[in-house]
């Protein structure tokens, strides 16, 4: 029985690993040479979620899908990419990685088991619906 139990948790382990654990995370340099000058889309479960662009200088606009731009900025922390916009004072980090054309990103707060998103590059523009529209 002790054996058995031990075999299906063998085989569920896989299943069980965190698929931002298996990747190397980017650095903070490693990630902005890579999204500066870029429009990014972010892609959770094949549905596109939010757009980023990426400025010079480690600056961000961001709006998820029909909402208002969001303006910040980006920093390294240890592993993590973290985003600081200028109207909420509590960072966002994650754990960001090469994948494939894009990358694939885990936010570290994910419950695990959480699929990571897609970062994919996109020619459309940022949209926003707020008071900067446009932008």
Do not use: N
């Not at 910040?72 to 960072?91: K, N, Q, R, T, V």
């Not at 419950?111 to 590059?121: A, I, K, S």
């Amino acid at each position: 029985m002790r054996s058995a139990l031990i075999g299906l948790l063998a085989l569920a382990a896989p299943a069980l690993a965190l698929p931002a654990l298996a990747q190397t995370p980017m650095t903070v340099e490693e990630f902005d040479a890579f999204v500066t000058g870029k429009t990014m889309d972010y892609i959770a479960r094949g549905t596109q979620y939010g757009r980023e662009v990426y400025l010079p200088g480690r600056r961000v606009r961001w709006a998820f899908t029909a909402e208002e731009c969001r303006s910040g900025s980006y920093y390294g922390d240890g592993p993590h990419i973290c985003f600081l916009y200028d109207d909420d004072p509590e960072p966002k980090c994650w754990l960001v990685w090469a994948e494939g054309d894009g990358l694939g990103a885990s936010y570290i707060t994910d419950d695990p088991g959480t699929e990571p998103r897609q970062v994919l590059e996109t020619d459309q523009p940022l949209a926003c619906e707020g008071p900067d529209v446009g932008v």
